[in-house]
């Protein structure tokens, strides 16, 4: 059944990626951010892969994202590839492809195609990437509130014959009273059901600052940071194995934020 389930989606979103008719953008405040300030949903802290983005609109949403290695602006390495992420926006669905700027390559080949409940809230989401014949498929669930509640992740593998889909984890959201992002718990599964492994990642240290990355759900890097009201500036994060719980790794990190005129906070800072 939940073959049939996702090769219907398939469906609706490559026909609804087609049609004229816009889905309304999120107003986005921010025109440009550091990936050292971002906290990615798949990889946590982007300590090694350093990227300030350029956001480019058109009618008041994203059209494009330009990354640049922080070593290109200072001058402390040769010419790297620009990654080139081109949105486009169709009936209740968003589509992303990304490209390099240079003819020679240099970027891993990706596509993202979301499907929407609302102009903010994901209900599904493909990912393909070119080194890989399988697809992430996610699935999102909310609170009447209007608040994320879980996503469920699938690994979806097809090919001429037949599909195969694995559940492959679950994450749960918890926010505050203030409709902040207090913590995800993810669990990653072994055959649909058995949990091998638990990740738990708490955000704190909030402001009371307008938050500027609201929009920006879309990404990887700004999606947990657009889930909240306000700015989050301390994250940890801890993984253990299971069913023991034993702790085989832990990071975090604290932000000290600037802010502008308009008390903003300037995620692009040095």
């Not at 802290?45 to 008041?60: A, F, S």
């Not at 209900?123 to 994320?148: C, F, P, Q, V, W």
């Not at 009201?229 to 975090?252: C, H, I, Q, T």
Request: proline share 3%; with cysteine.
């Amino acid at each position: 059944m939940k073959q049939l389930i996702l090769i219907g989606f398939f469906a609706l979103l490559f026909l609804s990626c087609g049609k004229d008719k816009d889905t309304p953008a999120p107003a986005v405040l921010i025109d440009s951010y550091a990936n050292r300030y971002m906290v990615h949903r798949s990889y946590g802290l982007l300590y090694t892969y350093r990227l300030v983005h350029t956001l480019e609109y058109q009618n008041g949403k994203v059209q494009k994202r330009l990354g640049v290695n922080e070593c290109m602006l200072n001058g402390s390495c040769q010419d790297l590839a620009t990654v080139i992420d081109e949105v486009r926006y169709g009936n209740n669905t968003i589509s992303i492809a990304n490209k390099s700027s240079r003819d020679d390559g240099g970027v891993l080949l990706q596509e993202w195609f979301f499907s929407l409940k609302n102009p903010d809230q994901p209900a599904y989401l493909i990912h393909k990437a070119e080194n890989r014949t399988m697809y992430d498929s996610l699935a999102y669930s909310y609170h009447s509130n209007g608040k994320l509640s879980r996503i469920i992740e699938y690994a979806v593998y097809r090919d001429k014959v037949e599909v195969s889909v694995n559940k492959d984890r679950i994450k749960d959201f918890f926010f505050d009273a203030s409709g902040n992002l207090k913590k995800v718990e993810t669990r990653h599964l072994l055959d649909d059901e058995l949990v091998i492994r638990m990740v738990t990642e708490t955000f704190g240290d909030y402001d009371t600052a307008q938050n500027p990355i609201q929009g920006l759900f879309m990404f990887g890097d700004t999606f947990y940071r657009s889930l909240s009201k306000n700015n989050f500036r301390a994250y940890s994060k801890e993984e253990r194995y299971m069913p023991n719980g034993d702790l085989y790794n832990s990071e975090g990190k604290n932000w000290v934020l600037e802010y502008s005129a308009d008390n903003v906070p300037l995620f692009n800072k040095p």
